[in-house]
């Protein structure tokens, strides 16, 4: 159902008066997903940089324990890195009273890639009746 001119003339209006409050902006930034995905993209770069650091101090000082930990720290590090940057391009995020859920469809698959057990489960359900 379309809106009215009234109805348009007023929406426009508050599209106008949230645009120039910059508490509302800061706040819808806020509670987006994607700015909390990149916020975390960068301090496990941070992370991953201090790791790399720690590994060759602990390998120019001769202290392999010490390099195996920056090693470690630049993996976990890393590995976090690549769940926040899947998370941020998943497009089934959505904001819910300001914090992130993940939402499935219907179907009960989302679209990306389907693990392991998700197709286990799918070839449970469509097996013949049978053989149960």
Same mark, same amino acid.
């Given at each position: *159902?379309?809106? $009215?001119?009234?109805?348009? #003339?007023?929406?426009?209006?508050?599209?106008? $008066?949230? /645009?120039?409050? !910059?508490?509302? /902006?800061?706040?819808?930034?806020?509670?987006?997903?994607?700015?909390?995905? #990149?916020?975390?993209?960068? +301090?496990?770069?941070?992370?991953?940089i201090a790791g790399l650091a720690l590994l060759v101090y602990g390998a120019?000082?001769?202290? !392999?324990?010490?390099? +195996?930990?920056?090693?470690?720290? *630049?993996? @976990? $590090? @890393? @590995?976090? /890195? +690549?769940?926040?940057?899947? #998370?941020?391009?998943?497009?089934?995020?959505?904001?819910?009273?300001?914090?992130?859920?993940?939402?499935?469809?219907?179907?009960?698959?989302?679209?990306?890639?389907?693990?392991?057990?998700?197709? *286990?489960?799918?070839?449970? #359900?469509?097996? !013949?009746?049978?053989?149960?």
């Amino acid at each position: *159902m379309p809106l $009215s001119e009234h109805e348009q #003339r007023l929406f426009e209006q508050i599209e106008r $008066s949230l /645009a120039e409050d !910059p508490k509302f /902006a800061s706040a819808v930034r806020a509670s987006d997903p994607r700015f909390h995905a #990149r916020r975390r993209l960068l +301090v496990a770069a941070g992370v991953i940089i201090a790791g790399l650091a720690l590994l060759v101090y602990g390998a120019v000082i001769k202290t !392999p324990p010490l390099a +195996v930990a920056g090693f470690v720290v *630049m993996l @976990a $590090s @890393a @590995a976090y /890195a +690549v769940q926040s940057h899947r #998370r941020a391009q998943s497009p089934d995020l959505h904001v819910v009273g300001g914090t992130t859920s993940r939402r499935r469809p219907r179907g009960g698959r989302s679209g990306r890639k389907s693990s392991l057990l998700d197709r *286990m489960e799918d070839r449970w #359900r469509q097996r !013949p009746e049978g053989h149960r």
